[in-house]
């Protein structure tokens, strides 16, 4: 771990500040269009790239570090028995097997029409690139669920279920290709990190909050990395399996917000690598578009398979959008492949301009994903299980006149708060949320509340509900069960938390009567409780 640090700390040099402003010029851009920051990164690397530069050992140690936090944080948030489902590993190996062979005879079919790139592809290169196509990206994943804060919803879970097992089968992969096997210490090393799990739980929560939780999470993040490594296995899947021995323990949530800031600035490297990579010629620019198409395959065959699992349309649509992209692991497949002599060079910039114009795609079908659904949502339903339309359509609220959604620590206060005056229920999409929340003595029902199939599920006119309290941590899904509210005809008063002024006027277009901004609300309660406190003594 600390010769990882002192590789990174020096590589950087006099342009990197530059490479930082330039990439925080086109993140704002991007972000001002509506599209996610990660799709400005990625342009920008492709300039610094038309300007001579190349990403070097600073970017590149950027890169390995923040996808090596990624996959920590994400095994803090894993649930191990959601990788056991059938819906989960059948429909990733399913949609590998099924993908892939589309992709071969499509790739076959372009050589035999003469298309220079693949005229020359032999059946071996034609299954590795197919096989590279068939991942999507666990980065840009992350990132999507991350800004929404749908990583513990069940279409998150799912997305991530099903990358987690790609990662799997790119572990198996990397070991064949390179012929490289794990050590006879593999084994020993994962029995003794789990027999030392209880220990570090107890550490993590000895050390107290601040710069010692960060340290810490670095040091386990890295340590994982190195450990695995040193016994010739893959080094993120070490990040990935210290984080799964912090998850759902008291630290796990603050431990990821701790990292996040660090996590999203190594990250950037990684972007800016990819765009770096090379600049597309005349023929990239006729294969990308090609490839490009096949995105609606991989898509449609994530619903269709998730559907056939008797996965509801929602989250099979959700998560499938979601996966609709190239990954980043495609990259390195084909740059192992390069290694080996199996694939020309070209292969590399058509891949690495591929995964930027599948992020740009990606990113635009996913900022749209609510209205899309809604768009459709007849049309997907005909695609549902059939034992699923048999289900109960309805959900009975009783005499309940305030529902809360969002049962965190603020819908858990305003339930608390309210109960002793109004009939009160809350909703949550996490099991686990509303499993503690029932065995507190709190009415909550699961279910996701910025679904637009949860509002005509609970039929709110016919309801008692006056009240709604919009309690989700994210502006976005507080802003889209508004809408959705409204749009089925309610009338009765919305209220929304917010974290930021500038959510405010936001909240307020989408039928919110009452925003509550939490830190200002926090200070005047603190306030209210000084003055009585002052007037009793």
Known sequence: MYCRLETFLSSIDYKDPLWLAIAFLFGALSRGIGLPPLVGFLIAGFILHAFGSDAGDFLNEMADLGITLLLFTIGLKLKINDLMKVEVWGTTLLHMLLFGASTVFFLFTLSQLGISTFHQLSWSSLLIISFALSFSSTVFAV???????DLLSRYGQIAIGILIIQDLVAVIYLGISAAKIPSLWALALILFIFALRPLIIKVSMLIGRGELLLLFGLSMALGGSALFEAVDMKADLGALIFGVLLANTPRSDELSKTLLSIKELFLIGFFLSIGMAGLPDQATLIVVPLLLIFLLLKTGLFFWLLSRFKEHTFPASKA?????????????????????GWLEQEWLVIMAVLIAASFVVSSALNQQSDYLYERFRHKLK?????????EKNTLDLGDATVLIAGMGRVGSGAYDQLCKSKNVVGIDFDPAVVALQSKQGRTTCLANFSSSDFWPLIDINNSQVEWVLLCAPHVDTNRTAAQHARNQGFTGTISAISLYPDEHEKLMASGVDTVFNIYAEAGAGLALHGQADTHHH
């Open 382 to 390: 005909t695609f549902q299980h059939p034992s699923l339309l048999e």
């Open 320 to 340: 499938s959008l979601v996966l609709g992209n190239y990954s980043e692991f495609g990259l390195i497949v084909i740059m192992v492949s390069v290694s080996q």
């Open 143 to 149: 990132k999507v669920l991350d800004e929404r804060a």
